[in-house]
């Protein structure tokens, strides 16, 4: 039998993997920022690359959500 809660799993590691990504280009940004602390430009891409981290981690959170949710729907053992 398919495990009915596959599409919340995919979700949360598609999420998990975004986000450590995104996070990883946060740090090439600030790095870019400390050596241009005025930089209009990367200070419009710090406020993009912030809400695009507030969207993933709002994903991820609904895909936990759902993935308990199902768990308890179908009795899966989580783990």
Do not use: V, W
């Given at each position: 039998?398919?495990?009915?809660?596959?599409?919340?799993?995919?979700?949360?590691?598609?999420?998990?993997?975004?986000?450590?990504?995104?996070?990883?280009?946060?740090?090439?940004?600030?790095?870019?920022?400390?050596s241009?602390?005025?930089?209009?430009?990367?200070?419009?891409?710090?406020?993009?690359?912030?809400?695009?981290?507030?969207?993933?981690?709002?994903?991820?959170?609904?895909?936990?959500?759902?993935?308990?949710?199902c768990?308890?729907k179908?009795?899966?053992?989580?783990?």
């Open positions: 039998m398919d495990d009915p809660c596959s599409l919340y799993k995919s979700q949360y590691r598609i999420a998990k993997k975004t986000l450590d990504g995104l996070h990883k280009e946060l740090d090439e940004l600030n790095l870019k920022l400390e241009s602390p005025i930089n209009a430009g990367l200070h419009k891409e710090l406020r993009t690359m912030n809400m695009d981290i507030k969207i993933t981690m709002n994903e991820i959170e609904h895909a936990e959500f759902s993935l308990k949710k768990e308890l179908y009795n899966i053992n989580q783990g």
